[in-house]
């Protein structure tokens, strides 16, 4: 009996993915619940578990390939034939069927079609190129070696070539025409993951639907530095966690959002919802591409528990392991580019959110304090906000409150 292998209900709005790999191939054994295959959606990663035992009867979608909930991915052929079936019991076609498909595979899969495509284009004969792909595979990169090595023989070969000793006439001996290498060989061509394609579609849907504006702010990091330094190492070893600088920014960025509500809000139509809970997003720059992974009711968090959560976060990230729970919701954003290096930037809304704060380089400054110059580590704080609702003179106050906080660090303990 076959049973279809299916997309499955991916979570809220999420109606696409795209198969990322399958872990099992066609005529493989697989046992309840045993993993078939990876897909990825806009916000995290799923994995396709096997719901009958049996046999991988045939592949209907492959890598690269983008699918829809409830789209069929495979066909399980029910009832998985055990190592102790009888030899007599097997088919006299199944070695005939295995023959048909290795001379299919000699056939198809000798060379990427990318790596044919340019081969024909650049009039390369792949008969004797090596390939370095997988199971031999001629892949892009070994037409392009062969065609380097092709070019750097026309050059030996023309300048081995001399004119006749002893002739009264020097016949000029005409170069090899050149060989134009197209700028296809140049520039590579990568699809862009289905979490790219939703970061962009989202930060171009934030540009065109929204009243962004950004306002900006400098603080002195002097007693957030010197109180990390005093307190990290009893802190790591009471916590298991150091002491970092998000945590700082989550408390005091509750404590401005307090008072001033409206930047922890959305729009519905003509009306404002203000929310008076605290989940808060912070952007984690993966490998993968961006990800907003939420502290929920992050006004109830202690410092070490906003700094375990991030790290458990970021690793998952990286390991692509976060789940819908992990990154649904969010009322305000906080983005660190610092971590990159950046010294200033305008951070771009995550809709339907109105605000989000932007964190940049810690960089030593000349600052005046009490009418002279000192030296002092500076931070220049950005927030983007939505201006439909949230107007100027409460955007510039927000990053005043920040900065009062930050300066003030004790003065969070009041916060939170």
Request: charged share 30%; aromatic share 4%.
């Given at each position: ?12 709005s ?21 993993a ?5 959606t ?10 009958k035992q ?9 890598a ?19 190592n ?11 070695p005939?069927?295995?023959?048909s ?27 004797n190129?090596?390939g ?5 595979r ?14 750097k ?27 134009l ?6 520039e590579?061509?990568?699809?862009m ?9 989202r ?14 702010n400098e603080i ?10 005093r307190?990290?190492?009893?802190f790591?070893e ?5 002491l ?48 907003v992974?939420?502290?929920?009711n ?11 959560k991030i ?5 998952k ?9 992990d990154?649904?919701g969010?009322t305000f954003?906080?983005?660190?580019g610092g971590?990159f290096?950046?010294?200033m930037?305008t951070?771009?809304l995550?809709p ?6 932007g964190?940049?380089?810690i960089?030593e400054?000349?600052f005046v304090?009490n009418?002279a110059?000192e ?8 927030l983007?906000?939505d ?11 927000f ?18």
């Amino acid at each position: 009996m076959s049973t279809n292998i299916v997309v499955p209900e991916l979570g809220e709005s999420i109606v696409e993915a795209t198969v990322i790999r399958w872990f099992k191939s066609e005529g493989e054994s697989v046992n309840i619940g045993e993993a078939l295959l990876e897909l990825e959606t806009e916000k995290a990663n799923f994995e396709v578990a096997a719901e009958k035992q049996g046999v991988i009867k045939s592949i209907l979608k492959n890598a690269d390939e983008d699918v829809e909930v409830g789209e069929v991915l495979g066909i399980l052929e029910e009832g998985a034939v055990s190592n102790d079936t009888p030899a007599e019991t097997v088919t006299e076609e199944a070695p005939q069927a295995k023959e048909s498909a290795q001379t299919q595979e000699s056939t198809t899969e000798k060379i990427t079609p990318v790596a044919k495509n340019l081969a024909n284009e650049l009039n390369i004969d792949i008969s004797n190129i090596k390939g370095t792909g997988p199971s031999g595979r001629i892949t892009k990169e070994d037409v392009e070696k062969r065609m380097e090595t092709k070019i750097k023989q026309s050059e030996v070969e023309a300048s081995d070539v001399k004119p006749a000793q002893q002739s009264p006439a020097v016949v000029p001996v005409q170069d090899s025409p050149p060989i134009l290498i197209s700028r296809d060989v140049r520039e590579e061509r990568i699809k862009m993951s289905r979490r790219r394609r939703t970061i962009a579609r989202r930060m171009l849907e934030a540009s065109q639907t929204t009243a962004m504006l950004t306002t900006f702010n400098e603080i002195d990091m002097s007693s957030v530095m010197e109180l990390r330094k005093r307190r990290k190492e009893a802190f790591k070893e009471k916590h298991g966690v150091n002491l970092g600088l998000n945590s700082f920014f989550v408390k005091a960025s509750i404590g401005a959002l307090k008072a001033f509500p409206a930047i922890n809000a959305e729009i519905d139509g003509d009306d404002m919802i203000i929310k008076h809970y605290y989940d808060i997003g912070v952007a984690i720059g993966a490998s993968e591409g961006l990800v907003v992974p939420v502290l929920k009711n992050a006004d109830g968090m202690s410092f070490a528990e906003i700094e375990k959560k991030i790290k458990e976060y970021a690793a998952k990230s990286e390991e692509n392991t976060l789940s819908l729970e992990d990154i649904m919701g969010g009322t305000f954003t906080i983005t660190n580019g610092g971590v990159f290096g950046s010294l200033m930037s305008t951070p771009i809304l995550n809709p339907p959110q109105v605000g989000i704060l932007g964190l940049h380089k810690i960089e030593e400054r000349p600052f005046v304090v009490n009418g002279a110059i000192e030296i002092r580590p500076m931070m220049y704080v950005a927030l983007s906000y939505d201006h439909r609702i949230v107007d100027g003179r409460e955007a510039v106050q927000f990053l005043v409150r920040l900065k009062e906080l930050i300066q003030d660090p004790e003065s969070l303990l009041l916060e939170g």
